[in-house]
């Protein structure tokens, strides 16, 4: 009676604690009054207090976009600085619910690792910033220099390969954080400092005293999609963060923007109207308001909006979006219909 009385009561605790993980992000977050982003400080592009103290940034503005879902508030939301090495610790000690902007996981991290990849966000390219050097017209040029990484990293690994391709007689270098290794760079230990385009060209334009000392080579060293991570134990954030990031990328491909969205009535195409709350009970079984969507496309943008805001046309990098176009319009950011 004993073994059996033992055995129902690990079963239910299992199974409680299975239904536990499943909620308890949405329930945390509602219950705090506010969602916690992790973002890279160090990369401009993602996150940045401005000189009026506001918060900015691609990452931002996709946290915004989740306040507005759950609370039907955009800036009920906290940005804590974190980066690849950090994102996990956090996430376990539930510092931050969600983690935006980090790269892949290598499969040797990931196999045991407690967090989960979301569909990317974005699209990089790993490229290089060199000090100038008088008649260099090549890497070939730069024979015996090292090149900054970042230690353990893809960007490490795709670096060694480039230099075994072409035959360059360059040395990796490689540091703990991608901040020690731009402190490198301006300390003269190496001449070359590789990482994403986007945070490159951020580091160059903000960051460097002297823009005749340095400059972004055109040269690509590897593609790099970046991606939001969890916990892989909250299945329901999982899901409800996938979509309402798909909501945004949703509106763009319909159209739908910060412009126009208060005049955008009488759709009569069955994903648009469970996008903008007319059919609310789609939303509602995410337990997020039925008429989000509209709040955030009127304050924070669809998702073309948001880039060329923050990385794009109206930002001070003027990124082309290439890959981050719409799978619609010839990029690789993906969609699905809300049905």
């Known amino acids: 009676m004993k073994l059996k009385l033992f055995i129902f009561s690990a079963l239910?605790?299992?199974?409680?604690?299975?239904?536990?993980?499943?909620?308890?992000?949405?329930?945390?977050?509602?219950?705090?009054?506010?969602?916690?982003?992790?973002?890279?400080?160090?990369?401009?592009?993602?996150?940045?207090?401005?000189?009026?103290?506001?918060?900015?940034?691609?990452?931002?503005?996709?946290c915004k976009t989740i306040a507005t879902a759950i609370f039907d508030d955009s800036e009920r939301y906290e940005i804590v600085d974190a980066?690849?090495?950090?994102?996990?610790?956090?996430?376990?000690?539930?510092?931050?619910?969600?983690?935006?902007?980090?790269?892949?996981?290598?499969?040797s991290q990931d196999i045991h690792d407690k967090i989960y990849a979301l569909s990317p966000i974005l699209y990089d390219k790993q490229t290089l910033l060199i000090k100038k050097k008088e008649g260099a017209k090549s890497l070939k040029d730069y024979g015996g220099e090292k090149v900054c990484t970042v230690l353990d990293s893809y960007e490490t690994y795709n670096m060694k390969k480039y230099i075994e391709t072409y035959k360059l007689e360059l040395n990796v270098l490689p540091f703990k954080t991608q901040a020690q290794a731009k402190t490198g760079l301006l300390l003269n230990r190496c001449a070359i400092l590789t990482g994403d385009s986007i945070y490159l060209k951020a580091l160059y334009k903000n960051a460097l005293n002297s823009k005749d000392t340095f400059e972004i080579v055109p040269e690509h060293i590897a593609a790099k999609p970046m991606y939001a991570y969890v916990r892989k134990d909250n299945l329901k954030l999982q899901t409800t963060v996938e979509w309402i990031f798909n909501a945004i990328k949703l509106a763009e491909d319909m159209s739908i923007n910060s412009k126009n969205i208060d005049v955008f009535i009488g759709e009569k195409d069955d994903s648009a109207q469970n996008l903008l709350g007319d059919n609310p009970k789609l939303w509602e079984k995410f337990e997020l308001r039925p008429t989000w969507v509209r709040k955030s496309i009127k304050e924070v943008g669809n998702y073309g909006e948001i880039y060329e805001r923050n990385i794009g046309q109206e930002s001070d990098y003027k990124l082309e979006r290439n890959e981050n176009k719409l799978i619609t319009n010839g990029g690789l950011i993906t969609l699905r219909p809300f049905l």
């Open 83 to 107: 980066n690849d090495r950090t994102m996990e610790g956090l996430l376990n000690a539930d510092k931050i619910d969600i983690m935006i902007g980090a790269n892949a996981l290598p499969a």
């Open 12 to 62: 239910f605790i299992s199974l409680a604690g299975e239904a536990f993980a499943d909620n308890v992000g949405i329930r945390f977050i509602n219950g705090r009054g506010k969602i916690r982003c992790g973002a890279n400080m160090s990369d401009k592009t993602y996150a940045l207090k401005d000189e009026d103290g506001f918060m900015r940034g691609f990452a931002v503005d996709l």
